[in-house]
């Protein structure tokens, strides 16, 4: 097989690969054959059980939460050795999750060898799309543990305040944009006068 049929069986971006070979660190054999980068198939399954790892992954808004970081990754962790997973990694990351851009959970979901992400709740990774995101990773044969689960259970409480909460931070975005601009132009305004 091709590196690039490999790399989408894997989930990884093809270019990704590329890389990973170049620099030797593709988790499977592969050779060189004229312009081709062969896989070995047969390797792919052994290296990605031996390769599967837990991530236990933590997320704040703030830079002054670290201390509710600390604790956020003392519990995940301890509710996951708890259940008998063997934590490998632990990822922790300062931002909000409003706009979908974590970059450290991205390239978690990206990285083949995670095979178990354990999260608090479902909030710390995405406020929108979380059952996507879990259905995607078990179509890989991944999964991700939510240990709260005890979330709001009506859905339509749920997407309704999911709703409110992305429509303020753009109103609050777009007046505090708004704001700024108009002091400029006031600023600007007196220094002609």
Not at 2 to 22: D, I, P, S
Not at 180 to 185: D, I, M, T
Request: glycine fraction near 8%; charge should be positive; hydrophobic fraction near 45%.
């Amino acid at each position: 097989m091709n590196l690039k049929e490999w790399a989408e069986l894997q989930g990884v971006h093809h270019v990704t690969a590329y890389r990973w070979f170049r620099e030797g660190k593709l988790p499977v054999p592969a050779r060189r054959v004229g312009r081709l980068i062969l896989v070995d198939p047969t390797a792919t399954a052994t290296a990605t059980t031996v390769a599967a790892t837990t991530a236990v992954y933590a997320r704040v808004s703030s830079a002054g939460q670290g201390a509710d970081l600390d604790r956020q990754v003392a519990r995940v962790t301890t509710w996951a050795t708890g259940q008998g997973l063997a934590v490998d990694r632990v990822v922790t990351e300062v931002g909000s999750a409003l706009d979908g851009r974590c970059k450290k959970f991205l390239a978690l979901l990206r990285d083949p060898r995670v095979s178990t992400i354990v999260v608090e709740r479902r909030d710390r990774f995405a406020r929108f799309g979380a059952e996507c995101v879990e259905a995607a990773l078990a179509a890989q044969g991944r999964r991700l543990l939510v240990v709260d689960p005890a979330e709001v259970d009506d859905d339509l409480v749920g997407d309704v305040t999911e709703i409110l909460t992305s429509l303020c931070a753009r109103l609050y975005g777009r007046r505090a944009a708004a704001n700024r601009v108009r002091r400029a132009v006031e600023a600007i305004g007196s220094d002609v006068s």
